[in-house]
């Protein structure tokens, strides 16, 4: 992978126009080959913002800890003159390749917190299940602004594939109540919530809101047990939680055919999903190997 560098360049004093700040360049896989990989790359890097992204990039400074009083009067001041508080931080293209969900250093309006490598996974993924011929639609519980989903509706337009469904399964309205006795992490009640409205308003913005996406609003223990989704060649799993990574499991796990991938974001560094996947595959028999993707999610392919 290489880079132009950490800073944006600053034009001499000369007469000259002045030099646009320096793109860092994120190499995503497979290397482009034609017109449909290049289509992909760009997703890819629009998605997660890669393709915008600069040396510096811009945050909202929002209030906490003990200065949050004075933020917060001074952002409603400001804002009286469309002015709010920000921080430059330094950024480069590594930045992109990994998940970014506690990233202070990404574009901050991205569809996806995921990396580049999470979407050259499924990329491979779902080629492999198209070529192999693998029954089944596709789904993604727990989709934030719908990122995942986004990329995988492009993959199935880009192979002009129109007999299957993409499925956005999420609650829209953020985490569940939280079961202190199976969750060790500190979240609370609607944390990830991004309304139902803003998620198809980002498929259209691609282009890619059509009858081959289907969203399936609700908690996945109230939707899924009578959810149509039926049979599953990519089953990805965002859930967050200990019960809600088990609740798609119990619902959805045996919708998945033979030669599919089910995929885990969040399985290295979260212990609660952790500990419902492993559980899972104890309790079923599941011995297929467990494939990393990046620093968080990991894959398995389903055997017969």
Same mark, same amino acid.
């Given at each position: 992978?290489?880079?132009?560098?950490?800073?944006?360049?600053?034009?001499?004093?000369?007469?000259? @126009?002045?030099?646009?700040?320096?793109?860092?360049?994120?190499?995503?896989?497979?290397?482009?080959?034609?017109?449909?990989?290049?289509?992909?790359?760009?997703?890819?890097?629009?998605?997660?913002? =890669?393709?915008?992204?600069?040396?510096?990039?811009?945050?909202?400074?929002?209030?906490?800890?003990?200065?949050? $009083?004075?933020?917060?009067?001074?952002?409603?001041?400001?804002?009286?003159? %469309?002015?709010?508080?920000?921080?430059?931080?330094?950024?480069?293209?590594?930045?992109?390749?990994?998940? %970014?969900? =506690?990233?202070?250093?990404?574009?901050?309006?991205?569809?996806? #917190?995921?990396?580049?490598?999470?979407?050259?996974?499924? /990329?491979?993924?779902?080629?492999?299940?198209? !070529?192999?011929?693998?029954?089944?639609?596709?789904?993604?519980?727990?989709?934030?602004?719908?990122?995942?989903?986004?990329?995988?509706?492009?993959?199935? #337009?880009?192979?002009?594939?129109? &007999?299957?469904?993409?499925?956005?399964? &999420?609650?829209?309205?953020?985490?569940?109540?939280?079961?202190?006795?199976?969750?060790?992490? &500190?979240?609370?009640? $609607?944390?990830?919530?991004?309304?139902?409205?803003?998620?198809?308003? !980002?498929?259209? *913005?691609?282009?890619?809101? &059509?009858? /081959?996406?289907?969203?399936?609003? $609700?908690?996945?223990?109230?939707?899924? @047990?009578?959810?149509?989704?039926?049979?599953?060649?990519?089953?990805?799993?965002?859930?967050?939680?200990?019960?809600?990574? #088990?609740?798609?499991?119990? !619902?959805?796990?045996?919708?998945?055919?033979?030669? %599919?991938?089910?995929?885990?974001?969040?399985?290295?560094?979260? @212990?609660?999903? *952790?500990?419902?996947?492993?559980?899972?595959?104890?309790?079923?028999?599941?011995?297929?190997?467990?494939?990393?993707?990046?620093? *968080? =999610?990991?894959?398995?392919?389903?055997? $017969?």
């Amino acid at each position: 992978m290489t880079g132009t560098g950490n800073r944006d360049i600053l034009s001499s004093m000369s007469s000259k @126009p002045q030099a646009a700040p320096v793109v860092l360049s994120v190499h995503t896989q497979p290397t482009p080959r034609d017109a449909i990989e290049l289509y992909l790359d760009l997703m890819k890097k629009v998605l997660t913002r =890669a393709l915008m992204a600069k040396g510096m990039e811009r945050h909202t400074i929002l209030p906490h800890g003990q200065k949050s $009083g004075f933020l917060y009067r001074f952002n409603r001041l400001a804002a009286r003159f %469309g002015l709010e508080a920000v921080r430059l931080t330094a950024s480069s293209a590594g930045d992109y390749l990994e998940s %970014g969900h =506690a990233a202070s250093n990404r574009v901050e309006d991205a569809e996806t #917190m995921l990396g580049t490598r999470q979407l050259d996974s499924m /990329q491979r993924c779902i080629v492999d299940v198209l !070529n192999r011929n693998i029954p089944g639609d596709l789904i993604e519980a727990g989709v934030w602004r719908g990122g995942m989903t986004i990329f995988m509706r492009a993959v199935l #337009m880009a192979y002009h594939v129109t &007999d299957r469904k993409v499925w956005v399964a &999420d609650s829209f309205d953020g985490l569940p109540a939280i079961d202190r006795v199976h969750e060790t992490f &500190d979240w609370q009640t $609607g944390d990830m919530a991004i309304p139902l409205e803003t998620v198809r308003d !980002n498929f259209a *913005r691609y282009g890619l809101l &059509d009858e /081959q996406v289907v969203f399936l609003k $609700g908690f996945f223990a109230e939707t899924l @047990p009578k959810a149509p989704v039926r049979p599953l060649s990519i089953l990805r799993v965002d859930a967050d939680l200990y019960q809600s990574t #088990m609740d798609v499991l119990r !619902n959805l796990y045996s919708a998945l055919s033979i030669g %599919g991938y089910a995929i885990f974001d969040d399985y290295q560094n979260l @212990p609660d999903c *952790r500990r419902a996947i492993d559980e899972f595959r104890s309790e079923h028999g599941i011995g297929e190997d467990v494939c990393r993707i990046d620093e *968080r =999610a990991i894959y398995w392919q389903k055997q $017969g």
